[in-house]
């Protein structure tokens, strides 16, 4: 008679629903992780194109300048440190370089590559005339160099 009503009074989880609920936790960790990362590596994407973007309007800016004042443009010019100023911004911009041609006044920028700083080494984003930005693997983007085979 002692046991059963030791059992009856009993409180608390078995074993094997701690393990059943642990078991339910690490499912749910295991599949939500792996989203989050994901997550995260867009957004960082997202803020190195829209870094790359800020320093693209920063050329333009630059060569609607020189034109408006029918000064020359010089690939010194669209180097990482004058987009960062003519931008305002904190270094976003870690390499950068552009394609020009046309004559003083008429300068028109034919490509622009820009590496925003945080993004690999290897990686650069590419705007042409038509302001489509496709992001470039596997050649390194030197400051004021264009890239060799763009």
């Known amino acids: ?5 030791l059992k009856k009074n009993k409180k608390g989880f078995t074993l094997i629903e701690i393990i059943v609920v642990l078991i339910i936790i690490g499912i749910l960790i295991a599949i939500a992780v792996p989203s989050v990362l994901g997550y ?21 800016t630059i060569l609607v300048k020189k034109n408006a004042k029918n000064q020359p443009v010089a690939a010194d010019d669209f180097k990482a440190g004058k987009l960062n100023d003519e931008a305002n911004a904190d270094n976003v911009i870690a390499a950068a370089a ?46 004021g160099t264009v890239p060799s085979g763009s």
């Open 40 to 60: 995260i590596g867009k957004a960082e994407d997202v803020k190195h194109e829209a870094n790359a973007r800020t320093g693209f309007l920063a050329a333009q």
């Open 1 to 5: 008679m002692k046991k059963q009503s």
């Open 98 to 143: 552009c394609k020009f041609s046309g004559a003083t006044g008429e300068v028109k920028i034919s490509e622009c590559y820009i590496r925003p700083d945080g993004m690999e080494n290897d990686r650069y984003v590419k705007f042409t005339t038509d302001d489509e930005a496709v992001v470039v693997k596997g050649t390194t983007l030197t400051d």
